[in-house]
């Protein structure tokens, strides 16, 4: 949450379209925001729009483009700025941000980027792992060498999800931990798989409307990212794994197994070749603890665990 800086040269690009009353008010708010910098927020002007903050906008174009003027009088144009948003909330703003937007990836400069590999790949990267593996899988040059990091930076991945549940007093993060416990001991990548596709189909069957839920969040994960309001871009991207991790598979139709993480086989296909692997087994994991982080507060979601006895250690 840097300092709010504005780019004379953004918004410069107003001048050219204060002519077309029926696209006005949506671009000088789209311009406006990108002249702000906050890092990797491309639809702030959502983040506003949906904030208990909600200014005037219709009331802000007017001024400010009588403000900029033919002779483009940035001095009265920055006076209006400090007047229109003398009102705006910048905490609430700051605490969207730190609500809407997974931790590991608030620096991040490629949402689009990282989205895309959600979907095409089923890799999640929202919540874990940390933004310098996030970094080296968005840019690495093909989903083979994303596999080679994924083996390479296992054992910090499933450090990452073990952080990334350690405050969470919640069933989901409890059995997820058991997966990670599993995870780590040689040998045992099969259970470890099959207990986080079981916590993965009861996240998304609780949050996403029953059994139907698992369509709902496939249809959510195909949405065009560029198309994601700001306040469910969390949401959005912890959901795009699902797309191939609900790919159904069955042993009858002659297919081969799917080479990423699939919930469906994972459960009915037990005995066929390929089911389960350390990778499949570390995507199943990074899923389960993103839709838990995400989710695990949801009002459709079981209450908390209560807190420790006393004089227990606190530990669950």
Same mark, same amino acid.
């Given at each position: 949450?840097?300092?709010?800086?504005?780019?004379?040269?953004?918004?410069?690009?107003?001048?050219?379209?204060?002519?077309?009353?029926?696209?006005?008010?949506?671009?000088?708010?789209?311009?406006?925001?990108?002249?702000?910098?906050?890092?990797?927020? /491309?639809? $702030?002007?959502?983040?506003?729009?949906?904030?208990?903050?909600?200014?005037? /906008?219709?009331?802000?174009?007017?001024?400010?483009?009588?403000?900029?003027?033919?002779?483009?009088?940035?001095?009265? +144009?920055?006076?209006?700025?400090?007047?229109?948003?003398?009102?705006?909330?910048?905490?609430?703003?700051? &605490?969207?941000?730190?609500?809407?937007?997974?931790?590991?990836?608030?620096?991040?400069?490629?949402?689009?980027?990282?989205?895309?590999?959600?979907?095409?790949?089923?890799?999640?990267?929202?919540?874990?792992?940390?933004?310098?593996?996030?970094? &080296?899988?968005?840019?690495?040059?093909?989903?083979?060498?994303?596999?080679?990091?994924?083996?390479?930076?296992? !054992?910090?991945?499933?450090?990452?999800?073990?952080?990334?549940?350690?405050?969470?007093?919640?069933?989901?993060?409890?059995?997820?931990?058991? #997966?990670?416990? $599993?995870?780590?001991?040689?040998?045992?990548?099969?259970?470890?798989?099959?207990?986080?596709?079981?916590?993965?189909?009861?996240?998304?069957?609780?949050?996403?409307?029953?059994?139907?839920?698992? #369509?709902?969040?496939?249809?959510?994960?195909? &949405?065009?990212?560029?198309?994601?309001?700001?306040?469910?871009? $969390?949401? #959005?991207?912890?959901?795009?794994?699902?797309?191939?991790?609900?790919? &159904?598979?069955?042993?009858?139709?002659?297919?081969?197994?799917? %080479?990423?993480?699939?919930?469906?086989?994972?459960?009915?296909?037990?005995?066929?070749?390929?089911?389960?692997?350390?990778?499949?087994?570390?995507?199943?994991?990074?899923? /389960?603890? !993103? +839709?838990?982080?995400?989710?695990?507060?949801?009002?459709? $979601? %079981?209450?908390?665990?209560?807190? %420790?006895? #006393?004089?227990?250690?606190?530990?669950?």
């Amino acid at each position: 949450h840097r300092a709010v800086v504005f780019d004379r040269r953004a918004l410069s690009n107003w001048t050219g379209v204060y002519t077309q009353t029926a696209q006005l008010q949506s671009k000088f708010a789209e311009d406006l925001f990108k002249a702000i910098n906050f890092p990797a927020i /491309a639809r $702030a002007n959502d983040l506003v729009l949906n904030s208990g903050a909600l200014f005037d /906008a219709t009331k802000l174009q007017r001024e400010a483009l009588v403000a900029i003027g033919p002779q483009f009088d940035y001095s009265a +144009l920055a006076g209006k700025f400090t007047e229109l948003f003398k009102g705006f909330d910048w905490e609430a703003f700051k &605490e969207g941000l730190n609500r809407w937007l997974p931790e590991n990836l608030k620096d991040s400069e490629d949402l689009e980027e990282v989205a895309r590999i959600c979907l095409d790949e089923g890799i999640p990267l929202a919540w874990v792992p940390r933004a310098e593996i996030v970094h &080296e899988l968005a840019e690495a040059s093909s989903p083979e060498e994303r596999q080679r990091i994924l083996e390479i930076r296992f !054992s910090d991945i499933v450090d990452d999800c073990e952080i990334a549940l350690i405050d969470i007093r919640h069933e989901w993060a409890v059995q997820t931990r058991t #997966s990670i416990a $599993a995870l780590r001991q040689d040998g045992l990548e099969g259970p470890a798989q099959s207990h986080a596709a079981g916590i993965i189909d009861s996240i998304v069957v609780t949050t996403q409307g029953g059994l139907g839920g698992r #369509s709902v969040a496939k249809t959510k994960a195909v &949405e065009p990212f560029g198309d994601v309001s700001l306040h469910v871009v $969390a949401e #959005s991207l912890v959901l795009r794994p699902l797309f191939l991790g609900f790919t &159904e598979w069955y042993p009858n139709r002659g297919t081969p197994i799917p %080479p990423t993480f699939a919930r469906h086989v994972t459960a009915h296909a037990i005995g066929q070749p390929d089911v389960f692997s350390r990778l499949k087994a570390l995507i199943g994991v990074m899923l /389960a603890t !993103s +839709l838990t982080v995400q989710f695990w507060d949801d009002p459709l $979601a %079981p209450p908390e665990l209560p807190p %420790p006895a #006393s004089g227990e250690d606190g530990t669950i």
